[in-house]
């Protein structure tokens, strides 16, 4: 049995929603920090894992040449939510699903010579009642950003990034700002000893082109499991870059250098 690791956000379901298992490939979920780490140990044989992960474990990993969970701009979904300006935050909780955005965060807010401490907590917008600031990412910071609004925005430039006395600051949009290059948030990998199997991987580039012809179907079907507008998700989903392009490539090899570690070397050919 071959087993792929898939996480259970929303920003994924476009790649797996026709993925059929069977014939021999089974799915196993976990959120980002479970997969990189069911990875390594073998409980998953190809799967979706944090850039950051990936890139402190080139030796024994190696990433598909295009797949990548990625946005050029703002993301929506990992958000920094804070009570206090950025330069004035002291005590921050961080998610445990994630690697690379609590990286990115660590790094973004260094750059301005800014140095929380950065706790790593699980729960949701709660956490502001004990933290200066929370960093949510996936479905749960799609939940609690559009938990704020008080109704659905005319256009992707109505998106308030300062409601209910928070500040949301999209940590996607922030490295945009600074680099003008995409963010690469994840990409899949196998162990360099076990070269993905060709046919898996057909599988999964007929499951992503499928679920990127039926995006308003997806979309509705997220919104409705998240409890908010079939249009805010569809906009999500459609935002994503998915193929790891030379773009994506270039803003992951400049993530790399930010936090110094090697840049990405080779991709499977396959
Ligand atoms: C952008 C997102 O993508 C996810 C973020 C990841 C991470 O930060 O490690 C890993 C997998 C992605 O599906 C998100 O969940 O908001």
């Known amino acids: ?79 920094l939510f804070h009570r206090v300006p950025w330069t004035a935050l002291r005590r921050v909780a961080v998610t445990t699903e994630s690697a690379t955005s609590v990286r990115l965060l660590e790094y973004l807010i260094a750059q301005d010579g800014v140095y929380p401490e950065f706790v790593r907590e699980a729960g949701g917008l709660e956490l502001l009642e004990t933290y200066d600031g929370v960093l949510l990412i996936g479905d749960r910071a799609i939940q609690a950003y559009a938990g704020l609004l008080d109704a659905p925005p005319r256009s992707v430039h109505h998106l308030p990034t300062r409601l209910q006395g928070l500040e949301v600051t999209d940590l996607s949009m922030r490295w945009f700002e600074r680099t003008r290059l995409p963010f690469v948030f994840a990409v899949w990998a196998t162990r360099k000893d076990a070269p993905p199997p060709p046919e898996v991987v057909d599988r999964l580039r007929e499951a992503r082109s499928r679920g990127l012809g039926h995006l308003a179907a997806i979309a509705r079907e997220e919104a409705e499991r998240l409890g908010v507008s079939a249009r805010l998700i569809q906009h999500y989903l459609w935002n994503f870059r998915y193929h790891l392009e030379v773009p994506d490539r270039l803003g992951l090899e400049a993530f790399a250098r930010a936090v110094g570690l090697p840049e990405p070397g080779a991709y499977w050919e396959v």
């Open 1 to 79: 049995m071959y087993t792929l690791g898939i996480p259970p956000y929303a920003n994924t379901a476009p790649l797996f929603y026709y993925l059929e298992p069977g014939y021999g490939l089974e799915v196993r979920r976990g959120v980002p920090t479970e997969l990189n780490r069911w990875l390594l140990t073998g409980e998953v044989d190809l799967s979706l894992v944090s850039a950051y992960f990936y890139l402190q474990h080139q030796d024994r990993l190696c990433a598909l040449p295009d797949f990548s969970v990625a946005v050029l701009g703002p993301v929506y979904s990992v958000n």
